[in-house]
């Protein structure tokens, strides 16, 4: 066994330069080359490629890898070409043209292809199992093996018919391996594979040199990512965004602010994706945006950075995508913004899939949204959704280890959380127990008639916002678990039923909360800079000045959130007031636009005020076909409620629209409508309510309006005001 060694650790400083294995490595190849099946469990930047690359150059025949993108098997077949005279490795896909085809097919007859990358889908094409069947098959590699499961993160329908196949060209081992797999996934891997009897490598999945951060994802959110790239410049990262069509809009407005930055997603021409990849590579670009379809084997090892616009929809997902930060062991900082509208949105997305597809993909969203809304090490809520446990109380870190709350006792509420799963039968999840214990009558509740229990409402006196952080925490101790084969239900632990015979001592943090009134300016890192008070209420003076002058009420001028914004960032040109909210072309046409920016810049001048360039963000022209074809529908005159419907929104929506767009300087003229739905004497009292409040708040002309005048009304003339005054 000795020499055995001894050999492997040459082969790998032969062909890899490397003087050691890391981890497993070595006694994962040994299981290989003894032609057993091997499962491997490793986080990404662990070196799992070269669990099946070493061992395919050491065995005679050809390793199948089977592989589900594209750019990873480019890039691996670039990295062992250069390594090794003696094997080729080729991939086998829909990339290809004949010719190149004919060349790999005959590679792998004559011995020289070690390795040989496909895509499932390429695998299962009735052409090549012909073909393969004729060729000697070392092992079997199927990477990203989690994309067998429904329960991983990114579930392909067509890994599940890699097994039949295999049988089909002819068995040999197999090693399947992946970067994120809990309990539950791992089984059903193995299962689906007919490798149950596979020898298991799990490695640690504790990235200690990862930072974790979840953020409030506020209408700065563009502003506050523009600032952390700009405080590490140079470094390479990555920004991924559930939409193609934010991917682009976001690579954009980076580049618009002096970011080397470009947007990669499935939808991109090929040629233009690999480009895009190999300028990362050799950091002609700075950031990639990207869809989840980017990163997957990329083999970069200096991303310093991951941030995720949206919240991924799964931690299995997150976890993969932050693991391509810091694989090199260096500053890896992985940054999240979060929002609970995200949430709704991703569960909405799911509508009208099969229920069962439903169920999981909610259960995994619950899981996401505990681990951005906890106030625990973030560290060991990952572990302990992976099945490790993680024993230290502060990992220094993460944000919530680096600002930690203050504990508080919750003893008594575990006992009745415990009680109330233990009086259900262990039969409901946490969302249900929760609103049970505050004695919230549900449907579901009032369906299983629980609202007559004698515990419903037990927990009505005590903070409701600290049930959901008991239950999950609860879990983290050990007291509860989740039966994942059974739709996430509560069950108790031994350590759980022990605990209620004799309750000891149970200190937890609140979650934290996350709103959209949110202001990152109060935040410890996230914020931007603070309202510059003296400089507020010298614009507010010149704007009462122009509308003494002009005849118009103030917030004709400018709305208050323009004001405080402009007292925020500094616009010192017409160029960067376009930036400012609620401020357009039309605005900055106006001749008293000029006075606001010259005031800002005199006040800078005179305080020395050091403007910090990110603050001064770019924004790019957002190309809205939604404002613009309700603005030529507008100029056709046609019926605002035909419009709304036209384009699928509600009418109060269409109105903040329409709201949106004559505050930001465009006239619209709606006097065809208001004269088809509105009495002229009730459109003329509105407009004369305008014409002589210093505000135009809806709230106030709705107490004094509200009698006569429905809320509807009044926005429409509010509307009508604001473009005759205004614009």
Known sequence: MAKKKQNLTEALKKYFGFDKFKGDQEAIVQNVLDGKDTFVLMPT?????????????????????????????????????????????????????????????????????????????????????????????????????????????????????????INEIGEAPIIALTATATDKVRTDIKKNLGIMDAKEFKSSFNRPNLYYEVRPKTQNVDKDIIKFIKQHPGKSGIIYCLSRKKVEELAEILKANDIKAAPYHAGLESVLRSQTQDDFLMEEIDVIVATIAFGMGIDKPDVRFVIHYDIPKSLEGYYQETGRAGRDGGEGMCITFYAQKDLQKLDKFMEGKPVAEQDIGRQLLAETAAYAETSVCRRKMLLHYF?????????????????????????DMLVLVLNTIHALKENFRSDYIVDFVIGKETEEILAHKHQNHDLFGAGEDMEHKLVNPVI????????????????????????????????????????????????????????????????????????????????????????????????????????????IQGVGEGKVRQPYAKEFVDLIKRYCEENDIERQADMRVRTVAKKSILKVKIIQAIDRQIALDDIATAQGLEFEELLDEVEAIVYSGTKLNIDYFLEEVMDEDHVDDIYDYFADSESDSLEDAINELGGECTEEEIRLVRIKFISDMAN
């Open 45 to 165: 930047g662990g070196g799992k490629s070269l669990c099946y690359q070493l061992p395919s150059l050491l065995m005679d025949g050809t390793a199948i890898v089977i592989s589900p993108l594209i750019a990873l098997m480019k890039n691996q077949v670039d990295v062992i070409s250069s390594m090794s005279d003696e094997g080729t490795a080729h991939y086998l896909n829909s990339s290809l043209n004949k010719s190149a085809i004919d060349q790999v097919k005959a590679d792998i007859l004559d011995g020289k292809t070690k390795l040989l990358y496909v895509a499932p889908e390429s695998l299962t094409k009735d052409e090549n199992v012909e073909f393969l069947k004729q060729a000697k098959i070392s092992f079997y590699a199927i990477d990203e093996a989690h994309c067998i499961s429904e329960w991983g993160h990114d579930f392909r329908p067509e890994y599940r018919r890699i097994r039949p196949i």
């Open 387 to 411: 099945g490790e446990e993680y024993t230290q109380e502060n990992c220094h870190n993460c944000d919530n280890c680096l600002h930690p709350k203050t504990k508080q006792e919750a003893k």
């Open 472 to 579: 999950r925490q609860a879990l983290i101790a050990g007291y509860l678990k989740k039966d994942v084969e059974n739709y996430g239900l509560l069950k108790l632990t031994s350590a759980g039923k022990k605990f209620l015979k004799n309750p000891v001592s149970f200190m937890i943090v609140e979650d934290n909360e996350f709103n959209e009134d949110y202001d990152p300016s109060s935040d410890h890192e996230a914020g931007i800079s603070a309202l510059d008070e003296t400089l507020s209420a010298m614009l507010k003076d010149l704007r009462k000045k122009v509308s003494r002058k002009l005849e118009r009420p103030p917030y004709v001028i400018f709305q208050d959130v323009s004001i405080e914004q402009m007292a925020t960032d500094y616009p010192v040109s017409l160029e960067e007031l376009k930036n």
